[in-house]
Structures are given as structure tokens and as C-alpha cells.
């Protein structure tokens, strides 16, 4: 079993939905969680970070952290055509460098 | 401002052919690291430098793989006798390195598509 677990999906959603794409983790000593978007041919690039449990908004993005359940979240509103790409979620612990990632979700936004 | 870049983009390399692949990270971050991401995979963990120090290299897969960052600026990362495993994006990130614990961003670069046939 990975340490982190993540639906590959693909997702396809309309214009306007509101999406959502989580993660699991096993590794308890984890304490950063970010999600990463990444679109075809490029490299990741950071969306949302968030230390230990709770929520965080920015924007049309919400991201949520449940460490008791081990479980992470990232909610989109009104998502846009732009929004298609590969959401990858990403923990590290203490060392805070190490990333460790999720496979991925592509997401496809239709309009 | 200019951000990681790396170069080639693509390599295509016969198996058992030496490669070096580049990384010019964010012009004063500190801390510099590998991933290599498959074919459908998230990146996964190579190594990391802090200045020209390599503190981590638990995740090269094999004593194929070398990278250095001699003067802590440009790194290259090294993959002796090419295997077609070793097919891949290779991904650099840069990050500032605040110290005390803080979050810290990695910016990723474009990343290199290397093919082994």
C-alpha cells in the first residue's frame, strides 16, 4: 500500500460544477499538505498549503485536512475550462522537504 | 522573474548510454531537488540539496543515478548505462529554505522527458 492514496480518476465535469478531489494518507508523521496543479508538458505547480487539520480558502479553492481520518480534500467552485489539468496532492513531515505525492486526478472541465 | 528551468526538454537515449540532465533553479533558492515522475504516477522523491551539500539521496533507485550542485547554484543529475525503467519526466524544484520549520514552496520546472529504447 502507498503511503498516499489518490483516484486517478479521470473526471469529467460541466462548466460551473462544483468539483472535488481528496486524498488519503497511512503515514501519521505527515503535517504539510499541499495540492499541486499540473498541466500536460509542464511541471507542478503549488496551489494550496495547509499545516495539520482544518480549512483553507482562496478563491474559487477550498482545501480541507481531517488528520484523524487521514484524509485531505480540494473543493472547486465554479469551475472554469482552465481548470482542466492533473491535481496532485502532497504531504511532507517534519523535515518539511521531502514531498511525498499522490498519482494524480486529471480533471476536465467542459463548456 | 525567471523561474526553474531545465534542459533538454526531451532526450531519447539507446539503452545503456550515459545521460546528464540540467536544472537551473530560481536564482537565489537555497534548496534545490530531483523527482522523477512515471507515466501516469505522481513525482517521487530523488534527492535534495541544500546550497552545493547533498543531505539527501535516499531516493535515488539505483548507483546509476548521481546528481551534483557543485557550486550550490546549477545542479546536474547524472543516469549511467541507461535502462528503459529509467523512462520518465525527471522534475527539478527549487525552494527559498526558510529556516525554523516554516512552510516552504518548492517551484517546480518544466521537467525532462527522457526515452530509453
Known amino acids: 500500500q502507498k503511503e498516499v492514496e489518490q483516484d486517478p480518476g479521470p473526471l469529467s465535469v460541466p462548466e460551473g460544477a462544483i468539483v472535488s478531489l481528496n486524498c488519503t494518507y497511512s503515514?501519521?508523521?505527515?503535517?504539510?499538505f499541499m495540492w499541486y496543479r499540473q498541466y500536460s508538458r509542464k511541471g507542478p505547480e503549488l496551489l494550496m498549503y495547509?499545516?495539520?487539520?482544518g480549512n483553507k480558502e482562496d478563491g474559487r479553492f477550498t482545501a480541507q485536512v481531517d488528520k484523524s481520518s487521514k484524509y485531505i480534500s480540494l473543493f472547486i467552485r465554479d469551475s472554469q475550462p482552465s481548470d482542466s489539468a492533473t491535481y496532485l496532492c502532497?504531504?511532507?513531515?517534519?523535515?518539511?522537504?521531502?514531498?511525498?505525492f499522490g498519482k494524480g486526478t486529471l480533471l476536465t472541465v467542459n463548456p | 522573474g525567471a523561474g526553474v528551468s531545465q534542459s533538454p526538454r526531451y532526450k531519447v537515449a539507446k539503452r545503456g548510454q550515459d545521460v546528464a540532465l540540467r536544472c537551473d533553479p530560481i536564482?537565489?533558492?537555497?534548496?534545490l531537488f530531483w523527482y522523477q515522475q512515471a507515466l501516469g504516477q505522481g513525482p517521487e522523491f530523488l534527492t535534495y540539496?541544500?546550497?552545493?551539500?547533498?543531505?539527501?539521496k535516499s531516493g535515488l533507485p539505483s548507483d546509476r543515478f548521481f546528481a551534483e550542485r557543485p557550486e550550490g547554484s546549477v545542479s546536474t543529475l547524472k543516469i549511467q548505462r541507461t535502462q528503459q525503467e529509467d523512462s520518465a519526466v525527471y522534475l527539478c524544484?527549487?525552494?527559498?529554505?526558510?529556516?525554523?520549520?516554516?512552510?516552504?514552496?518548492?517551484?517546480f520546472g518544466p521537467g525532462t522527458r527522457l526515452t530509453v529504447l
Open positions: 502532497a504531504m511532507s513531515g517534519r523535515s518539511n522537504y521531502k514531498l511525498t
Open positions: 524544484a527549487s525552494s527559498l529554505d526558510l529556516s525554523g520549520g516554516g512552510t516552504d514552496t518548492q517551484y
Open positions: 540539496f541544500q546550497n552545493e551539500a547533498q543531505l539527501d
Open positions: 503515514n501519521s508523521a505527515f503535517q504539510y
Open positions: 495547509t499545516y495539520s487539520s
Open positions: 536564482s537565489g533558492h537555497v534548496s
